[in-house]
């Protein structure tokens, strides 16, 4: 039992970490798929065009039951996707670090963006563009209440995050990225038994997950911004001053949703038990 399970591990971490395409991944500007910062304006510029467009031209909907296949396939695919960049940005974070301070801070000036850490992010880079396709298929529902301006300002910037994250050689990737596709993993399981006619009651667990998750982010800053001034300094600290804006702007807006769509609901029904 023991053998099978060592050689499950092995074969796992060759191909998460050990493969040359992930081991020797390095992100070269202007050379690497999608390491540009035009390629970087064009796909945030034609997203926000699309989906002001599509929405616009108030397409017809698709037939619930295809919308229903076409929904679970698509979540389906980021749920095992987010939960390979899960498992092969922690294996890849095992392998690479030297130590556990290069968890919170990458040395600074010595840290370029190559190994397998950064493998995952350039796939979780690209799993963003992959995520567009969660507004297409709200469109195509008819459902203009769900496209939200958090919805759309999240999709849209996120891309440039993961970005930054890579051309800066971010701290605290490997934190970002696993805490990130953990929650990507729960929140399309929820999305894929939705689309398959179950509608979990515990979508409120999504929410708090994401709220959480934000939380969790500004503690570790602490940490990293500890050891930053502290020490020699950490690599791509401008980045995460942007990162940081933009999470303290998803909290804001996550809270936000939380209290309009459950605490209000909550007070409703709790109102109508003490009338009845």
Do not use: N
């Given at each position: 039992?023991?053998?099978?399970?060592?050689?499950?591990?092995?074969?796992?971490?060759?191909?998460?970490?050990?493969?040359?395409?992930?081991?020797?991944?390095?992100?070269?500007?202007?050379?690497?798929?999608?390491?540009?910062?035009?390629?970087?304006?064009?796909?945030?510029?034609?997203?926000?065009?699309?989906?002001?467009?599509?929405?616009?031209?108030?397409?017809?909907?698709?037939?619930?039951?295809?919308?229903?296949l076409i929904s679970a396939v698509h979540n389906l695919l980021l749920l095992l996707l987010s939960l390979v960049m899960a498992a092969g940005i922690s294996l890849s974070t095992l392998s690479q670090m030297p130590d556990t301070r290069w968890i919170f801070c990458f040395p600074a000036n010595h840290t370029p963006p190559r190994g397998p850490v950064?493998?995952?992010?350039?796939?979780?880079?690209?799993?963003?563009?992959?995520?567009?396709?969660?507004?297409?298929?709200?469109?195509?529902?008819?459902?203009?209440r769900r496209l939200s301006f958090l919805h759309v300002y999240h999709h849209a910037v996120v891309v440039v995050m993961c970005y930054v994250w890579l051309s800066t050689s971010q701290s605290l990737l490997p934190v970002a990225l696993v805490t990130n596709a953990t929650v990507h993993v729960l929140m399309y399981a929820y999305y894929l038994l939705c689309a398959m006619g179950r509608r979990p009651r515990w979508k409120v667990l999504v929410t708090n997950c994401q709220i959480v998750q934000f939380v969790f982010s500004f503690a570790m800053s602490g940490v990293m911004l500890y050891y930053h001034f502290t020490g020699a300094g950490c690599s791509g600290i401008w980045g995460w001053c942007f990162n940081a804006a933009f999470n303290a702007s998803l909290l804001a807006l996550f809270v936000d949703f939380h209290f309009k769509n459950y605490a209000?609901?909550?007070k409703k029904v709790d109102d109508k038990n003490k009338q009845s």
């Open positions: 039992m023991k053998s099978t399970m060592d050689h499950l591990y092995s074969t796992i971490h060759y191909w998460l970490v050990d493969h040359p395409t992930v081991s020797q991944f390095e992100w070269k500007q202007g050379q690497t798929w999608g390491a540009s910062p035009l390629f970087l304006a064009l796909t945030v510029l034609t997203y926000l065009a699309l989906t002001f467009s599509l929405h616009r031209l108030h397409l017809p909907t698709l037939p619930a039951t295809t919308l229903r950064f493998f995952w992010a350039h796939v979780f880079y690209f799993s963003k563009l992959l995520e567009f396709i969660d507004t297409l298929l709200i469109i195509l529902s008819g459902s203009s209000k609901r909550k």
